[in-house]
């Protein structure tokens, strides 16, 4: 049916996780009532870090700094520390505009990405 079962939606500064009904049959009777999600959830603002970098991580490429403040709202310093454990760790390389894994951190990406969990 192509509905898909999660979602994800990126604004600026939050990220809204979607869930759809998982019978295909209540999809399809309350789709049309405007009721397609069983869970619609705003992501926590300290999740944020996490968020972003599950994504950002991935590319080989990595990402600007000044996307993870456009699009968390968070300043650099909210990630301060994982970055610098990161370095330290050889997951990552960096310039004054840009991070990105580095071969070690391709291989070690869910330790990495793990970095920037919150510390509850």
């Known amino acids: 049916m192509g509905a898909g079962a999660h979602g994800k939606l990126s604004y600026p500064h939050r990220v809204i996780r979607q869930v759809r009904w998982r019978e295909p049959n209540t999809y399809l ?8 999600m069983s869970n619609d959830d705003e992501v926590a603002r300290k999740q944020l870090p996490f968020e972003f970098m599950l994504n950002a991580l991935r590319l080989r490429e990595g990402f600007a700094l000044s996307d993870y403040l456009a699009r968390t709202g968070l300043p650099i310093s909210s990630i301060a520390r994982a970055l610098e ?4 760790r050889g997951l990552i390389e960096r310039d004054a505009a840009r991070v990105w894994p580095s071969a070690r951190g391709f291989d070690f990406l869910s330790d990495l990405q793990a970095l920037f969990l919150p510390a509850d």
């Open 29 to 36: 009777a309350r789709a049309p009532l405007g009721q397609a």
């Open 85 to 88: 454990q990161a370095q330290a």
